[in-house]
């Protein structure tokens, strides 16, 4: 069974060209796997914009690696700590990320099982980020953290990928084996 | 006050009553954050009537790290008596994009691009 919400697009066929990671998400503890994400978002960043020119001392060629570096770094930092936090750890089903880079976007494909219980509440916080006025719900998700101090999710990555970022987001959910694997697709324009 | 880590170094100045925030901070969630989220709260309990947020040199931030520096200003927001400026670079491409969203929160806060 498969559930579709938001923006999606297939993955590319396999013999264009892409960049995937892959990680086990139990065989070390979160806590010494979680600077990993860090690293290896910079690592994707610093991949992706060797593909784009840079003319020695054109401030614009500068300009442009500098800026597609860091949202590429954040961006990948963000869906990485998403399926790490949100993998089921139970499950040996690797946690993958697939870069691909097209003519006037970059398209992120992270692939991560899920906890069955939790299944039903991420589908609904989806169902009400396509539903809102994203740049209102930030805010006042922010307002709710700030009076919140037990909280322990922020609940911002996501948005703040919409709404600063301008990304298309969709999410296809996956039943095999009785567990569920969600693809979070991410489109982001360069 | 400091932190100092082999990603991130936060420091307090005193007499120019500045947070200073350098590096790469993109800590595991809440309970991660907890010592940097008492080093703001120690400033703002001694009540400066100005704090500077210095954040030029501060590469990475999180959605948490976000979250941190959010609730922090809504915190300073609720003093009344305390004002915040926060210096950012456009050169980081975070700040440009996400930092608008404090003034939001806080309209009288002062965002200075340096």
């Known amino acids: 069974m498969i559930k579709i919400f938001g923006n999606i697009i297939e993955k590319p066929d396999e013999s264009e060209g892409y960049l995937v990671i892959g990680f086990s998400p139990n065989s070390i503890p979160i806590q010494q796997r979680w600077r990993n994400n860090g690293l290896s978002a910079d690592f994707l960043a610093d991949y992706i914009i060797s593909f784009f020119p840079k003319t020695k001392n054109n401030p614009n060629d500068i300009d442009k690696h500098i800026e597609i570096k860091g949202i590429v770094s954040y961006v990948a930092n963000e869906l990485l700590e998403n399926a790490m936090k949100f993998s089921d750890k139970n499950w040996s089903f690797p946690i993958s990320m697939q870069l691909q880079l097209y003519e006037n976007s970059i398209g992120f494909f992270v692939t991560n099982s899920i906890l069955d219980k939790s299944v039903a509440k991420f589908q609904t916080y989806i169902q009400t980020i396509l539903g809102s006025d994203t740049e209102a719900l930030y805010i006042e998700q922010l307002e709710k953290n700030a009076t919140n101090d037990n909280s322990t999710d922020s609940g911002l990555g996501l948005l703040t990928m919409i709404n600063d970022y301008t990304a298309k987001i969709g999410w296809k959910f996956e039943v095999n084996n009785q567990r569920t694997i969600v693809t979070t697709i991410v489109q982001l324009s360069i | ?114």
Not at chain 2, 28 to 57: C, K, S, W
């Open chain 2, 1 to 114: 006050m400091e932190i100092k880590n082999e990603d991130y170094y936060i420091s307090y100045n005193n007499e120019t009553t500045t947070i200073n925030c350098e590096g790469s901070l993109r800590l595991g969630g809440i309970t991660d954050y907890v010592p940097v989220v008492e080093l703001f709260n120690r400033v703002l309990d001694m009540e400066p009537p100005l704090i500077t947020f210095d954040i030029r040199q501060l590469q990475f931030l999180n959605s948490s790290g976000i979250n941190v520096l959010s609730k922090f200003v809504i915190k300073v927001r609720q003093k009344k008596n305390v004002q915040m400026v926060v210096q950012g670079s456009k050169q980081i491409p975070w700040q440009g994009k996400s930092l608008k969203n404090l003034k939001r929160l806080m309209p009288s806060l002062q965002l200075e691009w340096m």
